[in-house]
């Protein structure tokens, strides 16, 4: 049964909008217009995001279940109702992703010479030299725990994968306890090249799990394997440190960390052949129920083959390479304060080269004018270029302050690590304010030139991640606007000392002005529409989710506002309910990249207010976070961001869906006329360099 809104329900659940995204995401793996290792990378990246989804939303749902049972979420329906929605919704799903991989991928794979051999076909050859890589390989790694009162369950680790072996027979001491346990170490490749002159393919490969099943019986001397089965349990993933008495969140942080392997279950896959018997012993292990079972036909982790595009060299299989562009002041000007000086300097990732910021960062390391460094470290990843920059900086005596955010989910050891790291240099290292993440994107570089000391900054919407930069849409700009300047280093000022926030001259700020200014544009446009002039917003962004944006948004609708909204992931508003939201449409772009930047635009009767931002309309980002929005002031660049950021996402008719007042999409398909994807114009117009 398909979920389906009650007539009057203004706000759709987020989880079953997760899981819709999710089913954009498989679309593009089942598109056979893209390529084949690619659309292999779009199924293996559902997988990535269903794992996180039971981890942290599916986890938090199941807290709710048994704390808060009787209270109504937003979309006016009890915790228990949405499992049940979300739950059938989800297996659907994965029975969808597991037909696309056996049925189509594996197939389509095998007739461009790229196989999976399964035990059943391994020839003599392929067979020995299996045998012979199971023992020098994985033997020496493997221990099987046979269960009895000496041996209990083990504690088997979030998202590792594992199996369960039954025997007959019994071993040395006369045990039969008839069950065993055989966990991978995360250190074996799940999935092993076999070499060509043995396979007989340029491109032959075998699953762990096929090698572990065919030599079983090795790890259990004298006894018999009747079956062996992987497995792999999600657990509770969300890390929180008590609020009593924390002195060093640091500590208290890594201290939380090292249990995160073993939180509370909250899915467990299992092979499909399984017994059940054997199912339902691991389900009593876990403390799961039917429903939290995830019966799957091919690995219990697809997402480990996203590493297979890396070992096969088939450059028709994949998207054609691009080379970044260089904005034309940066092409002209090595010295990137020289430009900056020059004038404002935008970035488009991953179109233009994300160089120039790691550039930034360098030169003021080494630049002895460069007195002070201050910068914001949410997702930086554990080997990064821009983090070296600012050690370096450190380490020649510059004043370095790091606001590194220890919260941010799942890259919390590598804050950490670097943290640590600049610490020992010499910088200061802080964690901004407790309770709030630090979720804005800000460097800020301090110059003394002709005497005077000169602010530069650098604002975003995306991570100070040199890897993410090639994968994921972002803005940045490049400014010594006094203004934004100022703006920016009062957030910092707040982040690393005392006191009453203050206002800003052209930021945006949350938890404190960013929401309310949002209203009030959103309010302008009402105004204006009932005046009867004409009045606009479009807004790009990740989720929204607010309620209090939501109904000012239904507002401006019933006013007459024009409404655009492109919306990556998880929409919570309806569009196109009559009389509620009939002049609010909403879109969705799934493509080569991830579409992450936020821009919000108002008209504002001709003045066309635009502003960049690290927040989505989500009640974690306006409220909980330090977030910044900034607005574009020179017209050239506030030109570009429209015809960049906002313009062809409204015209694209190959990569877009539309969403459906049920909360459901449709993809646009192209009718006899041009096919238009905003990724694909933007890649041939930027790469060259943008246009003046």
Not at 11 to 25: A, D, K, S, T
Not at 466 to 493: C, H, Q, W
Request: net charge neutral; with cysteine.
């Amino acid at each position: 049964m398909i979920y389906k809104p009650a007539d009057n329900q203004l706000m759709l659940n987020r989880e079953l909008g997760l899981l819709e995204f999710n089913r954009r995401v498989l679309a593009q793996a089942e598109d056979s217009s893209n390529p084949l290792l690619e659309r292999l990378k779009f199924l293996c990246i559902v997988s990535s995001n269903l794992d996180e989804f039971f981890e942290v939303r599916m986890a938090w749902l199941k807290e709710n279940m048994h704390h808060n049972a009787t209270r109504l979420l937003p979309e006016g329906i009890t915790p228990q109702q949405a499992f049940e929605w979300i739950t059938r919704e989800a297996h659907d799903l994965v029975e969808r992703q597991y037909h696309l991989f056996g049925q189509m991928i594996l197939p389509a794979l095998a007739a461009e010479g790229i196989h999976f051999f399964r035990r059943t076909v391994w020839t003599d050859a392929q067979r020995e030299w299996i045998r012979d890589y199971f023992f020098r390989e994985l033997m020496p790694v493997l221990t099987p725990i046979g269960l009895d009162p000496s041996h209990p369950f083990p504690r088997v680790l979030n998202k590792s994968l594992n199996f369960i072996v039954e025997l007959e027979g019994r071993d040395a001491f006369g045990r039969n306890s008839g069950i065993a346990i055989v966990q991978a170490p995360r250190i074996l490749p799940r999935f092993v090249k076999i070499p060509s002159d043995v396979s007989g393919v340029e491109h032959g490969f075998v699953f762990l799990s096929s090698i572990l099943h065919a030599h079983v019986d090795e790890l259990f001397a004298g006894m018999q394997a009747k079956g062996c089965y992987q497995f792999r349990v999600t657990r509770d993933s969300d890390v929180s440190v008590d609020d009593d008495d924390i002195k060093d969140l640091r500590a208290a942080l890594e201290g939380e960390l090292s249990q995160r392997p073993f939180g509370n279950a909250v899915r467990l896959e299992v092979a499909d052949n399984c017994p059940m018997h054997l199912q339902d012993f691991l389900k009593s292990q876990f403390r799961l129920d039917d429903v939290d079972v995830y019966r799957v036909n091919g690995p219990v982790n697809l997402v480990r083959l996203m590493q297979v595009p890396d070992q096969v060299e088939r450059p028709d299989l994949k998207f054609e390479p691009f080379m970044p562009g260089m904005p034309t002041e940066l092409r002209k000007n090595p010295d990137v304060f020289a430009a900056i000086r020059h004038g404002d300097i935008l970035l488009h990732h991953p179109y233009q080269s994300f160089t120039p910021v790691i550039d930034l960062l360098a030169q003021a390391a080494l630049d002895p004018s460069v007195v002070a460094i201050k910068m914001t470290v949410y997702r930086t990843g554990s080997d990064s270029a821009l983090m070296d920059a600012l050690v370096e900086a450190a380490r020649r005596g510059k004043e370095v302050t790091a606001v590194v955010e220890l919260m941010a989910r799942f890259d919390e050891e590598a804050n950490i690590n670097w943290a640590a790291k600049l610490e020992r240099a010499g910088a200061h290292v802080v964690y901004g304010v407790y309770g709030y993440k630090t979720h804005a994107k800000m460097l800020l570089i301090v110059r003394r030139e002709e005497g005077k000391l000169r602010r530069y900054a650098h604002v975003g919407t995306g991570n100070y991640h040199p890897r993410t930069a090639k994968l994921y849409t972002d803005f940045g700009l490049m400014t010594t606007n006094d203004e934004i300047t100022s703006d920016v280093n009062d957030v910092f000022m707040q982040l690393t000392g005392l006191g009453l926030a203050g206002d800003h001259y052209q930021l945006w700020q949350s938890p404190f002005t960013l929401q309310p200014n949002v209203l009030k544009a959103l309010d302008r446009e009402i105004s204006h529409a009932r005046a009867g002039k004409k009045a606009v917003v479009i807004a790009k962004m990740n989720a929204l989710l607010e309620p209090t944006v939501i109904e000012k948004l239904y507002e401006a609708s019933q006013a007459g506002v024009t409404i655009h909204l492109i919306v990556r992931g998880v929409c919570a508003l309806r569009p196109g309910i009559p009389g509620v939201s009939d002049n609010i449409r909403v879109r969705s772009i799934i493509g080569r990249f991830l579409e992450h930047h936020r821009v919000f635009y108002f008209y504002n009767d001709g003045a066309e207010d635009l502003y960049l931002s690290s927040a989505d309309w989500m009640g974690r980002n306006l409220f909980r976070r330090i977030e910044i929005a900034f607005p574009i002031l020179d017209p050239k660049i506030k030109k570009r961001v429209i015809r960049e950021g906002l313009r062809p996402f409204l015209v694209d008719n190959a990569q877009a869906w539309e969403m459906q007042s049920d909360g459901r999409y449709r993809r646009k398909n192209v009718r006899g006329g041009k096919r238009r994807s905003a990724q694909g114009m933007l890649l041939a117009d930027l790469q060259a360099g943008p246009r003046t």
